[in-house]
């Protein structure tokens, strides 16, 4: 879970002003700040300078992420003090026109709070969560080799013409039925482009096969061939370790999520939710 930029995207354009353009003008400048525990004097706001270290780290860390190697220390330095300058300014704006007393704000500022609670919470439980070296090694080893499929798929929104297409064509020279099909060929998909119940389904079919009964999905009826298949030869153990380790912290978040979900209380208004119609 990246951390976002503290400036949203749409403000990119203003971090291109020229930093002489950002200078307080000389008879309205603040005293230069002498405490080290203060970034800058803005106006009326101080910026401590713990919120400009925890900035100036945040942009490393998301330079190493994204291996960015074209900006300087200087430069990131210039770049997040542009940031803090103009974010202040924005928001002392935002103040006057009272935007800190809507309900949007209200709202946004909840959900933020929430948000980034889970997500520092996420953090912790990810770097607590201790994969042994073995571990890794034997799913590496219970991993199949990597397939690839082609299918054909004729799409239809009523079951009996999916039933009845089946059958169609599971004899040569039976005509399909009546009704509207629509016939798809697909490009090579790998196992984890599929739906992982379709997958078992379709993993031990071979060549010209077609899947025992319709499928359902998202309210479409789906019969399914499989017309071409391929295995690729595996990856290293070096090249997948990464992959495999990060599958596994998922799967154990996976399972704390689900453990807060059974042993929470959770009454929902009944009024305000949608059950989704069951096919």
Not at 19 to 35: G, K, Q, R, V
Not at 47 to 71: G, I, N, P
Not at 101 to 129: D, H, I, N
Request: negative net charge; charged residues 25%; hydrophobic residues 40%.
């Amino acid at each position: 879970m990246r951390k976002q930029h503290y400036l949203p995207a749409v403000l990119a354009c203003l971090l291109t002003l020229p930093t002489s353009l950002l200078a307080a003008n000389d008879e309205t400048a603040p005293s230069l700040p002498t405490d080290p525990a203060i970034f800058a004097h803005i106006n009326d706001s101080t910026v401590s300078h713990e919120m400009f270290t925890f900035l100036l780290k945040s942009r490393e860390h998301d330079d190493m992420a994204e291996m960015t190697e074209t900006t300087t220390s200087n430069e990131r330095k210039a770049q997040v003090t542009r940031d803090i300058i103009l974010t202040t300014l924005l928001a002392e704006q935002a103040r006057q026109s009272n935007l800190h007393q809507s309900e949007q704000f209200r709202l946004e500022k909840e959900l933020f709070e929430q948000t980034l609670l889970a997500q520092l919470y996420v953090q912790q439980k990810m770097k607590s969560v201790d994969i042994d070296e073995a571990m890794i090694r034997q799913r590496y080893a219970e991993q199949p080799a990597q397939t690839l499929y082609r299918f054909n798929i004729w799409e239809t929104a009523d079951a009996e013409v999916a039933k009845h297409a089946l059958s169609a064509l599971q004899q040569p020279g039976s005509s399909l039925p009546s009704g509207s099909l629509n016939a798809i060929e697909t490009p090579w998909l790998s196992g984890t482009d599929i739906d992982p119940d379709v997958h078992e389904q379709v993993r031990p079919l071979g060549v010209d096969d077609f899947v025992d009964a319709p499928i359902y999905q998202d309210g479409i009826w789906k019969v399914v061939q499989l017309i071409d298949k391929r295995s690729l030869p595996r990856q290293s153990y070096a090249e997948e370790r990464e992959a495999i380790k990060a599958d596994m912290v998922a799967e154990q978040l996976d399972a704390l999520f689900e453990s807060l979900l059974s042993e929470a209380s959770i009454a929902i208004n009944e009024a305000y939710t949608t059950h989704p119609e069951q096919p």
